[in-house]
């Protein structure tokens, strides 16, 4: 069953009433981060229950060997894994002589709330002690935007019954684990302990990569609010730290920990001055205090929702659906560092490695480009860019010459770390996705200088991969490419998915225009790049043939294209045919059964479709949509979101509307029953998409005009959103009636609404 | 490079010369069984040199828990795996105060010979070691045929220049490791260590399998060759037993140890019945004494080679080749214990953890009904139908309905044991397999009622796999099968594998030939079949209609049927235009390059055409060697053997020969760089099969009768083999010249000769 324990709220996630069974839930759903670091909403007590603990850090990976059956040639020697990182919210707290553990003790009043307008967690309740002492406890932490390395908990008790003695045991620990360690190894070693005056460090390393981290922490007190200094005796184990403070308090008192933290790692400082550096920053936090650390977050989160933020009136839970993904969005990228990306699970939880995905390009760019300035998108393009070199190792090891690049399926540090050859080897879409993604922020940009500067070698590199992986079919005197695996991963090495046929083709067409153009208007890079890339005019002619040559599979009678040769072979059983109980298929089928079935775990021709939907009439993408969507599961998170969209785009708006609940609320209803997991971020960017391209039909043609064609479900009486467009604020509405654009910015905006070209003066709100 | 270091001679592998380069790979081509349990050879002393020590008991194994990357529903929980066994070999010798080491001694004259015609391994050398003693070693050992739960060591040292003391600590080692452990943990736990004079026990136990076993030891000595008694004093170990025995020698002495072992299981005894019986076993094997158990084992092999022996005249190599394959097979399974079959690597390494493969019914049965009373492969056919409930419930496990049965890959107990899906889920073929070691046996041996009472139910079973398996494709208006690997495993989840699909027909066909024959001519039997299995003539209906409507994909410009749908789109370069350093594609090429390359791994449209070769036309098979012949790489050792076989009946007898050398010396040749992890027994199989079916073109047909074709390569003068068929004892003989068959049974045998009917009276020998 799904869950559905989360409380209705515009601007709150929020969880009333204790119940064990959703305590792993809700510590992937409360999780917070702040783009550099995140935390799962693990209690700070100890807690005897069933928890996953989780704090993690931002480019911190372990390559963890690698598991697999029987070794395949070619197989990466890892799999790089965000770390659980050393604990900084642990406070162990006693009354008088008992542990409190929110498994052993009578609870009342629980209440969670995880506050996305202004960014931090909250807990609160009442507690009965086995021994009888009863209490009242108020937690918030969060982790600032402002101080990118600083988390603060403030931990509140109330004595309710009794005269006597609560134990604040504040603690670092560095002996950690990950729950998906292969071998069930140490990740870190410990290196240091330091103590100072309410202040105390771990130093300690990841075994391999040898990144160095220092986790420092400086607390504070206060009873019934007032300051009150306080003395504590350290414990130093091998791999922790912990003071333990005494406060006496008498009935009715309430006795407050305010914790400071914070990370710093090797990426950012030299090794020898980490310890010092972590001491600064919670000695920093500390004289600022916890209120107005408190107030700069506030502050810094209004900041980010003034472009981020999405109305929807009418439909709260649709609402607070839309907010929580452009939260945890934000939550695990910000944008600022090209060195970090974007895990399928952000911070949330261990799944996926932490690592970079496809999805990042294929999903993710247009959430950040829309809401964010347009140095985050490069920073994401950067990143791709930075890896070049190993992605041309990567496409050396499978053969592959001459300076032809294959991106990792999975990566951290820009090498292959996924072991399954049918993903590793034959999901080779993803290079499609890499010049996608270029192309995508020059239309949205107009920022043709990155192809300039760095954006055409990725597109040589990819476009040599292509033309080397096609092969000249004597049957069917055309290019084919044999043995992939496309989107839909439920199939697995294929021949002539068309969705990689299509990439294929046009990438090296995108490419090749923009060889011509720059050829034409940018010699001197030109030279510089033909130099580089060592480029002849008769390669670039072998690339078209391939490209003019390509096959897709296409069936004359039902005119479709095929997701591969062959699909008509099977058996077209309708999902909606098949038995409840046998779903989800993932869940209750042998691979086998999946693979030689019909079942398409996520959109792949539609896919296509969705990115060039320019390419495809409106009639063939209906044809399409009706043969595919009925054999679809949806059983990836990013399936949803595109089913979502096109359903919009052929004025499907039931179906459209159906797709976006699926999306909006995945992780808040648990549809896939993993939330616990961790969260789904990356199809998160595919929910912002169902809104802002789905019903609002916003596009950035290739001419870089901005258009819309908003719609509306039938269920919300209005909804709006905020685009930042080349600099430029821009907010739509859309109501049952109305449809109005405000145009925030210093100059007049020219779009095209409902094919209408439309000018908006600077500041102006003007209805459509 | 490959190995080149045996010494070629008829009856023996010997090496001279010690090299540590070679000790691996020595230790499995001189590897001892008898069918019932093997040891590598090991060295008796210590070694501090790379090792790789096993020991092996039939029938006793770990459910090692599965390694894999991403878990797929449906993977078996664990891996099968033949374990290694406590050590019984060991023997510590010390030369006054120095440990014997032939890592760190000065060695010459050494020799290791395995005697193939007695059955022992001998080893001698000289040793100096680093304190200046001079000695010289003489090592016999066997594992008794006759008295099939005993081993037996002779290990003499001469003191060539000192007058000392020799150590000699013989001792049992229940602490030992697999090497191909997934997890490193232990295997076993031991139980108890019991002591006696000069004898000792360990019983140990498997963890989670709980096989319990005793491994007993006695021991005995002597002087110049007389009988001296000795005392020990023991060193009880955690997981193991060492006597010491200190024994005077002057200048010129030899000293002799006689150690006589024992392996009893809880297999065959009760569990609290093992000590006493290892005791028994090694007491009486002390007491028949090493000179009679010796004479024994000369006896015991002396009657195995009766009726398997190959002799080959005018090529030494060749016959050092298929004596150590009929060697080895006789090592590795005797075939007098239904519960036992033949590991690929029998009791010479550890992968493929021992375990039961599709090798058996596809390579083996052959051999072992041709040179061995037909209650041997009877066995093997019982080991399946035992198993039919598991594979009923594997096939369940997969999705298939109503007593439909998929055979496991790899089975020690019946169960799947095997985790890459593409093979354990779509190596579907296997079970084809099943039905045709049935029909190879029935028509060896006549005995059709084997499938009255056992083989019918099995077949049933298949044939519902294979209708549910097929599915109809609206396209192609024929039924298909998709998605499965077929024996070139070069290839994965491919659809209409023309081998799958032909074997998928063919065992629809013999099943519905047989329950017909039996619903004839023995009415009671089909009824209680019927109603056993629940079969209707409404449900054959329906595997008929599929066996008759299969679709095969074919070429009608090349006129051949292809390996599987699309092969033709693929670059069809011939193997020999492959540079050498890119081979074997296996070491040297992604698994994706492999799988979407034109390279065939083994035998596979052409595996069809072997097996029923009968249903093609010269002509045809002609046409598919050529087209197929060219592509493959031959990197199974399960190939050659085909390719040779069918080369021959198109008289291609060089091409015959060349494929023949290929597997006859595999291993002695090292041909794959692999020997080190053990020897490719069920090959060995397929090398005997290149004689007698190959080169000799026996067949026995579908109406029972026995035919040859004798050729001859051009390199040979002559060979002969043997033939028990249906208790007659029959010999051929071919040699450039002349072609003759002895038939020494009691009565006359009726055989085609080259298409020419022949009838040889009772022990005559005649020319043909």
Redesign the interface.
């Given at each position: 069953m799904n869950k559905n324990y989360i409380i209705p709220n515009e601007w709150a996630i929020i969880e009333e009433g204790f119940n064990v069974e959703n305590v792993e839930a809700s510590e992937s759903l409360f999780s917070i981060g702040n783009g550099s670091m995140g935390q799962r909403a693990n209690f700070e007590e100890d807690y005897s229950g069933k928890t996953f603990q989780g704090s993690y850090i931002g480019g911190i990976y372990y390559p963890d060997k690698?598991?697999?059956?029987?070794w395949?040639?070619?197989y990466p020697e890892y799999?790089a894994k965000v770390l659980n990182a050393p604990n900084w919210i642990g406070i162990r707290i006693q009354i008088n002589a008992t542990n409190l553990d929110l498994n052993v003790c009578k609870i009342s009043n629980f209440r969670r709330e995880l506050n996305m307008k202004e960014g931090w967690l909250g807990r609160s309740f009442k507690a009965i002690l086995p021994t009888g002492e009863e209490i009242e406890v108020h937690a918030k932490r969060f982790i600032s935007v402002k101080y990118n390395e600083v988390g603060a908990i403030e931990y509140s008790i109330k004595a309710v019954n009794f005269s006597g003695e609560i134990t604040f045991s504040p603690y670092l620990d560095a002996g950690i684990e990950n729950e998906d360690s292969n071998?069930n190894e140490y990740f870190w070693e410990t290196l240091k302990i330091v103590e100072g005056v309410n202040q105390g460090c771990i130093l300690a390393k990841t075994l391999k990569t040898e990144f160095h981290v220092a986790t420092a922490m400086e607390v504070d007190f206060a009873i019934n609010g007032k300051n009150v200094a306080a003395t504590h005796i350290s414990i130093i184990e091998e791999k922790a730290l912990t003071y333990t403070y005494k406060l006496k308090v008498s009935q009715g008192e309430t006795a407050t920990i305010y914790k400071f933290a914070s990370y710093v790692s090797s990426l950012n400082y030299e090794k020898g001055n980490l310890i010092e550096a972590g001491f600064k920053n919670v000695t920093e936090a500390k004289n600022l205090g916890f209120a107005q650390l408190f107030q700069d977050q506030k502050d810094s989160w209004a900041t980010i929702w003034e472009t981020a933020d999405i109305i929807i009136e009418g439909d709260i839970k649709a609402q607070q659906g839309i907010r929580f993904n452009i939260f945890q969005l934000n939550q695990t990228y910000m944008g600022t560092d090209a060195r970090l990306n974007i895990g399928p699970k952000g911070f949330t939880g261990e799944k996926y490695g932490g690592s970079t995905y496809w999805d990042t390009e294929a999903y993710c760019i247009p959430f950040y480009m829309a809401t964010k300035d347009a140095s985050v998108a490069k920073n994401l393009l950067m990143y791709r860019y930075n890896q070049l070199g190993k992605a041309i190792e990567n496409a050396q090891?499978?053969?592959f010459k001459n300076g032809a690049a294959l991106y990792p399926m999975v990566t951290m540090n820009g090498e292959e770390c996924h072991?399954?050859?049918?993903i590793t080897?034959?999901e080779i879409h993803r290079n499609g996705a890499m010049v996608y993604g270029i192309y995508n922020y020059v239309n949205f940009t107009q920022d043709f200088e990155y192809v300039v500067k760095n954006g055409l070698e990725v597109m040589i590199a990819i476009s040599r991969f292509w033309h080397q992986r096609a092969?000249?079919?004597?049957?069917?005197k055309q290019f084919?490419i044999?043995?992939v695996t496309g989107p839909n991963e439920y199939e697995?090495?294929?021949?002539n998915n068309f969705y990689t046929n299509y990439l294929a083709k046009w990438c090296i067409e995108y490419t090749v225009e923009c060889l011509n153009k720059i050829e034409e208007k940018y010699p001197q890079d030109f030279k510089r790049i033909v130099a580089k890339t060592n480029l002849s005019g008769e390669e670039t002619y072998k690339w078209i043939k391939v490209a003019d040559n390509m096959y897709f599979p296409f069936d004359e009678e039902k005119q479709v294209f095929l997701q591969q040769?062959?699909f008509?072979?099977?058996?077209?059983i309708p999902v909606k045919d098949l038995p409840k109980s046998e779903r989800p298929i993932?869940?209750?089928?042998?691979?086998?059964?999946i693979?030689?079935s019909c079942y398409i775990k996520q959109a792949d021709v539609l896919q296509g479709m969705f990115l060039f939907e320019d390419k495809f009439d409106k009639e063939v993408v209906e044809r399409h949509f009706d043969f595919y969507e009925p054999l679809t599961v949806h059983e990836s998170s990013l399936s949803p979101c595109v089913h979502s969209i096109l359903a919009a785009s052929i004025d499907r708006m039931p179906k459209a509307y159906e797709q976006y609940l699926r999306t909006a609320r995945l992780d808040l209803d648990d549809y896939n029953h993993e939330v616990h997991e961790g969260c789904h971020i990356t199809s998160m960017a595919g929910t912002w998409m169902s809104v802002v391209q789905g019903f609002g039909g916003m596009r950035v043609w290739e001419n870089g005009v901005l258009s819309f064609n908003p719609q509306i479900p039938a269920e919300w009486k209005s909804y709006s959103f905020t685009i930042n467009f080349r600099g430029n604020v821009l907010k739509v509405y859309k109501s049952q009636t109305d449809c109005k654009f405000y145009n925030e910015s210093e100059k007049e905006l020219k779009l095209m609404v409902n094919n209408m070209e439309v000018i908006i003066p600077s500041n102006q709100l003007l209805t459509v």
């Open positions: 690698t598991r697999v059956g029987w395949k040639n070619g799999f071998y090891k499978l053969g072991n399954e050859w049918e080897f034959e092969n000249w079919s004597e049957v069917k084919v044999l043995g697995n090495n294929i021949n040769d062959g008509l072979d099977k058996e077209l993932n869940q209750k089928w042998s691979w086998d059964r693979l030689r």
